[in-house]
């Protein structure tokens, strides 16, 4: 993923970023429903033959978006592990890798991630940290969760899950109040506080 984006023509990158910050734009400002590629392409100082040089259309851009997205994520995730000592130690530094991230980009995010009007952004994210979880559900073992008898798996993925996305989504719409670092510290409280009440 991340060789593609590297080989990808400067100028291609940059008419993206400009139809993905007027897209932001303008979701700020009208409902998704009245976005056109008039209107994209006007915001982007673009014509609209440039556009359609990149996406199909609205629905088109908003999938390549959100795949751009997971790309950027998926590389957090592949590169935590440098310089870690223990899984625990990855795992809570994927999270930081991946607030700092969130927050690099926060007008994005709180515009997409955070949106009732654009759940794409959100639903990706939410499938992208299930798979997460259970892949390290499974590489640990069910002996070192609280899982056995106290917790079933389904219900622990679903709970962590729901508790990082929407830790996150509030987050981000209360204005980032604490840095990434302080918030990945509180996450690994708290998972570690529920694995020690039942042990």
């Known amino acids: 993923m991340t060789k593609k984006k590297s080989h990808t023509d400067p100028r291609i ?19 998704l429903q009245k976005i056109t590629v008039n209107r994209l392409a006007e915001r982007a100082t673009i014509n609209r033959v440039t556009f359609y040089l990149h996406y199909r259309d609205i629905p088109d851009m908003l999938e ?3 795949d751009d997205m997971i790309d950027d994520i998926t590389t957090i995730f592949n590169n935590a592990s440098i310089n870690q000592t223990s899984s625990d130690e990855i795992s809570w530094k994927v999270i930081e890798n991946l607030l700092e991230y969130i927050a690099e980009n926060s007008k994005l ?19 992208f940290l299930r798979e997460s979880i259970v892949t390290k559900i499974e590489e640990k073992g069910k002996s070192s969760h609280i899982l056995t008898e106290v917790v079933k798996e ?33 996450f690994s409280l708290l998972h570690h506080r529920g694995l020690n009440k039942e042990s």
């Open 154 to 186: 389904d219900i622990l993925i679903w709970y962590e899950t729901s508790a990082l996305i929407g830790t996150i989504i509030s987050w981000l719409h209360n204005d980032m109040p604490y840095t990434p670092s302080f918030l990945a510290q509180q």
């Open 13 to 31: 990158l940059r008419t993206r970023q400009l139809i993905k910050e007027a897209f932001v734009e303008l979701l700020e400002e009208i409902d």
């Open 64 to 66: 390549k978006m959100a």
């Open 109 to 127: 995010y709180k515009s997409l991630l955070a949106s009732k009007r654009v759940t794409i952004f959100r639903d990706r994210l939410t499938l």
